[in-house]
């Protein structure tokens, strides 16, 4: 099964890591695969790379290569994005927001995502860290994309009426820090909307170390329950979670695959997990 994106270069520094979810450093091995150490925390059960490199080194990860990569994918990319927000009844749930409302879109890519917003009518902003992928749709598509992180970013205060952020959460050395900014970023009542692997889905429990998302870039690997931990611990209400996926393609016949993935999908085992969250109505601070 062929495995997401991921490069680790020859050469990184490493740090160890401490759980992002409850600051333990009690932890269990999970599982290794190219190179890179899983451990799961003792007291949380969060999935999380330790040691790893530090942030500098894992920054350099994202350039021309990555570029390549989202630039060859970013019309599949595009439609599973468009799938999960019809999946949450995106336009109904937003149609009543104050006008002008704006998007973002942090680990934006190219920016197709944001060129469809746009033509729905919302202010867009995006945000990636692969310069090269920034350059490409503010320069092709005329969408304003921030190259760097969403923190150096630096937005205004309650800005947005929605954080999109998808297959992004688990690549981010401070998940806790990044979902404060999102906070913070956001309007009260505002959404975030959040798209990451499913460490217990049905595909990581057969796959163990060749499941797809067991990669260097990866350095968290969320679950319903720690996902949902972080999210009602800063400050958001998640009103739904929908997963999929329930068998990779190529690894059952279709009439297999077909069932699994529903049943997937209706008990939550799926491989890939949303989340709908509410951002909680007191004013952000700074
Ligand atoms: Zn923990």
């Not at 959460?169 to 956001?186: C, K, N, S, T």
């Amino acid at each position: 099964m062929p495995k997401t994106y991921s490069s680790a270069p020859a050469g990184e520094r490493q740090e160890t890591a401490t759980c992002a979810l409850c600051g333990s450093t009690g932890t269990l091995p999970f599982l290794s695969s190219a190179g890179c150490r899983f451990v799961r925390c003792r007291s949380c059960s969060l999935v999380y790379q330790d040691p790893r490199p530090v942030f500098e080194d894992l920054r350099r990860r994202y350039g021309a290569g990555y570029f390549s990569y989202e630039l060859e994918n970013e019309a599949n990319f595009f439609e599973l994005m468009k799938l999960g927000l019809r999946d949450i009844d995106f336009d109904a749930l937003t149609e009543g927001f104050l006008r002008p409302r704006a998007f973002l879109d942090v680990g934006c890519a190219t920016g197709m995502l944001l060129a469809w917003m746009r033509e729905k009518g919302w202010t867009v902003r995006g945000v990636d860290l692969c310069r090269e992928s920034a350059q490409y749709g503010t320069g092709n598509r005329g969408v304003p994309i921030f190259a760097g992180t969403l923190e150096e970013a630096g937005f205004p205060a309650g800005f947005f009426s929605v954080a999109h952020f998808s297959h992004l959460i688990e690549h981010v050395p401070d998940p806790r820090g990044f979902i404060a900014e999102v906070r913070r970023v956001l309007a009260p009542g505002g959404f975030a909307v959040v798209t990451t692997p499913n460490i217990d889905g049905f595909q990581a429990r057969l796959f163990r170390e060749a499941w797809r998302s067991a990669i260097p870039d990866h350095l968290t690997l969320f679950s319903r329950r720690t996902l949902g931990r972080l999210l009602d611990e800063s400050g958001f209400a998640v009103r739904r979670i929908v997963t999929w996926g329930g068998l990779a393609r190529g690894t059952a016949p279709r009439f297999i695959k077909g069932p699994a993935d529903a049943l997937a999908k209706k008990w939550g085992f799926g491989d890939v997990m949303l989340f709908l969250a509410v951002r909680d109505a007191s004013p952000s601070r700074g």
